[in-house]
């Protein structure tokens, strides 16, 4: 196999990982104001996601460090192209991190409550726009001879991207309410089980809908087998989600998101970025791609570091694997102690 195809395969697993692991981060923050009935019930929900939220993160970082080393063509028609987008999703994320940081810093409801705004907005607007952007890059953009993007934010913002976005914010939305009812315990729990059902069901038409769309555009016979396994995982995490199994329910959306992202990398497949000009202008992984020698170099680097982080990454779930709940939050909360649970 190619080093070329063996990076596109590997950049891809970095944008599964980053899906699957941020989702519930994005569906925790989107989530807050609707399960949540009190600032300690906040807390525990901030309090699921507050040891990881960073190291989730992560995966975008080295995501997109991956594609600029692996295939710089595609990192500067990607990133120049869709400039706005990537610049409000940027924004979104300091937000919402600089929200986890602050919002305990003081005890008045005001000062809290407008942390809380900065993390709901900084969950949705990324939850979105990462939809738009990949459906778009699925489906192709105009791009000319010179390897450069010709189109506008108007042209990311056609049916197809927008769907894409539902899709993602919806998928999220019931990834973040499934992981709020594994991870905690009481009435919120119960509560975000029931929502996890609700909002999946919007989710699951959506997704179906862009899914079979999408396998028109670009589909193959494997891309349809994955799609239709995605949306089986759905059904299933719903089903065991009204079942109260909430660990099984949690697996199925986290395996629905890694099936989707995985089909959407398969149809695009051998390109990066197909022209919606002329096909000949289309970005591949052998077109965008960086030198032999310089993927060579960064395959032994992935090779040596990867299962490092990913080790690190699983101590970290391992750790704070227990399920929390109102009593274990404490009150009052002093000025300059953190917000997170130990």
């Known amino acids: 196999m190619e080093?070329?195809?063996?990076?596109?395969?590997?950049?891809?697993?970095?944008w599964v990982g980053y899906f699957c692991l941020e989702g519930f981060d994005f569906g925790v923050g989107m989530l807050l104001p609707v399960l949540a009935r009190d600032d300690t019930e906040r807390r525990v929900m901030i309090n699921t996601v507050g040891p990881v939220w960073d190291g989730n993160e992560v995966w975008v970082l080295v995501a997109g460090g991956a594609t600029f080393a692996a295939f710089p063509e595609w990192y500067a028609t990607l990133f120049s192209g869709f400039y706005l987008p990537l610049l409000l999703i940027l924004v979104a994320l300091i937000v919402r991190g600089l929200s986890f940081e602050y919002r305990h810093k003081r005890e008045e409801s005001e000062w809290k409550g407008r942390?809380?705004?900065?993390?709901?907005i900084g969950s949705i607007v990324p939850s979105l726009l990462w939809g738009v952007a990949f459906a778009n890059i699925v489906a192709g953009v105009p791009i000319d001879a010179d390897k450069e993007f010709t189109g506008n934010l108007f042209t990311l913002l056609n049916p197809f991207g927008l769907l894409g976005g539902l899709v993602t914010?919806?998928?999220?939305a019931t990834h973040g309410a499934m992981f709020v009812?594994?991870?905690?315990d009481g009435e919120i729990r119960h509560r975000a089980r029931d929502l996890a059902v609700r909002i999946g069901v919007v989710a699951a038409v959506l997704a179906v809908v862009f899914l079979?769309?999408?396998q028109l555009k670009t589909g193959t016979a494997v891309t349809a087998v994955v799609f239709a396994a995605a949306a089986a995982s759905l059904v299933a995490g719903l089903v065991s989600a009204r079942a109260g199994r909430e660990?099984?329910?949690?697996?199925?959306?986290f395996v629905t998101i890694a099936l989707a992202v995985i089909g959407l990398f398969l149809g695009l497949f051998p390109d990066v970025m197909p022209s919606t000009t002329d096909p000949a202008y289309s970005l591949t992984t052998t077109n965008a791609a960086a030198t032999a020698y310089t993927l060579k170099v960064m395959t032994w680097v992935a090779v040596i570091f990867t299962p490092i982080v990913l080790g690190y990454q699983a101590w970290t779930y391992w750790v704070f694997r227990k399920r929390i709940s109102v009593r274990h939050i404490p009150t009052p909360v002093l000025a300059g102690t953190s917000d997170t649970a130990s």
């Open 3 to 14: 080093l070329t195809t063996v990076w596109f395969a590997l950049i891809a697993v970095l």
């Open 115 to 120: 942390w809380d705004l900065a993390l709901i």
């Open 169 to 172: 914010l919806t998928l999220f």
């Open 181 to 184: 009812a594994l991870k905690t």
């Open 212 to 214: 079979v769309w999408t």
């Open 247 to 253: 660990g099984w329910a949690f697996v199925g959306t």
